[in-house]
């Protein structure tokens, strides 16, 4: 077990018993979710061929909520 793992646990057991269960069911969901969020090896090519170009286009923070935002309407 890694040491940040360990760290958690013992964080975990220093709650009180109602609040182990919440913590302990969020660890576990989270640990379910990322188990589900593995890309494919065709994606994890894309993600790296598009953070080699040189010419890539960032936009900030701002411009990705407004990007994201259009997608809903």
């Known amino acids: 077990m890694t040491k940040l793992l360990e ?3 013992r964080e975990v057991e ?3 018993e109602a609040e182990q269960d919440a913590a302990a069911g969020a660890l576990l ?3 379910k979710h ?3 969020r593995r890309l494919t090896d065709a994606q994890v090519a ?3 061929r598009r953070m080699a170009d040189p010419d890539r ?3 900030s923070h701002a ?7 259009r997608l809903g309407s």
Request: glycine share 4%; net charge negative.
């Open 7 to 9: 760290q958690a646990l």
């Open 14 to 16: 220093q709650l009180p």
């Open 29 to 31: 969901d989270y640990v």
């Open 34 to 36: 990322m188990r589900d």
């Open 46 to 48: 894309e993600v790296r």
């Open 57 to 59: 286009e960032l936009v």
């Open 63 to 69: 411009d990705a909520r407004a990007r994201i935002g």
